[in-house]
């Protein structure tokens, strides 16, 4: 069984940055790809970014792109998303997810085997 926990949530300021991690731990850790949703108040969990394991290809939601970045340390089973430019408007919970194999789409939900329980940033103006 897969775990993850995911780190670095907090408040900050509009324009301040951030970085989440994600640690995975399990028996044997070999994902396809691992990504990032997030889920604000009342709306549907969305996706954020995504990277494959191996190549370490990413793929981000067109709206995030050149903000946030995800990275990978593959000796530490960690997944980064370093987050600049926070607007209000990226307040929400943040999830990790872990695939094991490469079914449907990097972006979409039911790719993911494997969720963390979640971090909170708030971002004030």
Known sequence: QVQLV??????VQAGDSLRLSCAASGRTFSPYSMGWFR????????????????GGNTVYADSL????????????????????SLRPEDTAIYYCAA??????????????DYWGQGTQVTVSS
């Open 99 to 112: 695939a094991r194999t490469n079914k449907n789409y990097a972006a979409s939900k039911s790719r993911y």
């Open 65 to 84: 792109k050149g903000r946030f970045t995800i990275t990978r340390d593959g000796a530490k089973n960690t997944v980064y998303l370093q987050m600049t």
């Open 39 to 54: 889920q604000a108040p009342g709306k549907e969990r969305d996706f954020v970014a995504a990277i494959y394991w191996s």
């Open 6 to 11: 995911e780190s670095g949530g907090g408040l």
